[in-house]
């Protein structure tokens, strides 16, 4: 049995206008062991049989009536992939340097006049066909390692993410072992800026450094944390440290996200009329993240359950955040709770569930 050749199961697709070398280029290469050989005597026809079989290599004659060698190649070039490398192989009896020069300008990939010796047609479309593969094999390398690239980057998100996650349960679960109220604050934050309409990337953002907002809580004594009665306005004092704390346990974070958590950190009490903490910041000077934060804190803190205090109905939350509109809220985050959508989705929040009891104050 006659060995086989390399590419034997290459898609050649032969194309002249000439039936007779048509028939004899196919011979030719049939017997040389390709087994996959098409043709047409209609140049026409190129660019459907090329969507259709995608050739590994294409044997070209140049003067045909309808549409010349040029005229395929140039519809090649528009219908092609832009990854896609199908050598052209031009055969022609047109011996001119002119000839060549345009087939090869418009994107043959070698040149041949007839009458053409036999060994040498097979093995230049060898050559083409060896570089058609290497081409394809690596485009495939490529593809797989972007895959692989886009699978790894995807993985280090959810790592990155799941850990700011953990750090913002660790600081909670110091006064709060239920652990939702970071993650509402989140939820409830992201909704209010929805609702006037941020940008979609920065609502992504928002939903996950919001949760962080207490985180430095980590650092105020127990004593004072889990104190179960009133605080004296010296423990106030230094609760009310937290929000330094935790802008300092996140300064300095290269990603947008911890950006943005350190500025909620920072800014989340702090009040719209001046009177907040820690540094009496006003009105627009403190950032949109930081006045979201507030207003998201407040509500679900009073919608929910404390040891020394039942949660305040919703409703009247909401009339709470109203009538503290321009004092300790921003005015236009406040006037969202007049919004009947707004509305529908911040008691869908609080009614997702119902948390038991914790010693959390608002601070
Ligand atoms: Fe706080």
Redo the contacts with the bound molecule.
């Keep these: 049995m006659a060995e086989k050749i390399p590419f034997a199961d290459a898609r050649i697709l032969v194309v002249d206008d000439e039936e007779t070398n048509v028939h004899a280029l196919t011979r030719i290469l049939r017997a040389a062991g390709y087994v996959n050989v098409l043709w047409t005597t209609d140049p026409r026809t190129v660019a459907s049989l090329y969507q259709k079989h995608d050739p590994d290599v294409i044997l070209l004659d140049l003067h045909m009536p309808h549409l010349d060698g040029i005229g395929v190649l140039r519809q090649l070039r528009v219908i092609m992939r832009p990854q896609a490398y199908v050598p052209v192989l031009v055969l022609t009896g047109d011996y001119t340097p002119e000839a060549r020069r345009r087939a090869l300008s418009e994107g043959a990939k070698d040149f041949l006049t007839k009458p053409f010796e036999v060994d040498e047609v097979l093995l230049r479309i060898r050559n083409l066909l060896e570089t058609r593969y290497l081409h394809r094999e690596i485009t495939t390398q490529n593809q797989l390692l972007e895959k692989r690239v886009r699978e790894r980057t995807v993985e280090l998100e959810g790592a990155y993410l799941d850990t700011l996650e953990r750090l913002a349960s660790a600081a909670e679960f110091r006064d709060d072992e239920t652990g939702r109220h970071t993650e509402r604050v989140g939820e409830v934050a992201a909704l209010l800026g929805g609702a006037l309409d941020m940008p979609e990337e920065d609502l992504f953002l928002i939903r996950r450094a919001a949760p962080l ?2 985180v ?2 980590i650092g105020i004594p127990d004593a004072i944390l889990r104190k179960p009665g009133p605080l004296t306005g010296e423990e106030w004092e230094v609760m009310k440290t ?2 330094d704390i ?1 802008a300092r346990i996140l300064s300095g974070g290269r990603s947008r996200v911890v950006q943005m958590a350190e500025e909620i950190a920072r800014y ?2 702090e009040q719209w009329n001046g009177e907040g903490y820690p540094h009496g910041v006003s009105g627009e000077a403190i950032p949109l993240s930081g006045r979201l934060v507030m207003v998201a ?1 407040v509500y679900d803190a009073l919608t929910s359950d404390r040891v020394y205090r039942e949660a305040w109905p919703t409703e009247m939350v909401l009339a709470y955040i109203r009538e503290h509109a321009g004092q300790r809220f921003d005015p236009r985050v406040a006037a969202l709770c007049d919004r009947p959508d707004v509305r529908g989705m911040l008691l869908d929040v609080r009614q997702r569930e119902t948390s038991k009891p914790t010693a959390q104050r ?2």
């Design positions: 907002h207490d430095g809580k937290h929000a935790g989340h009490h804190d608002i601070a």
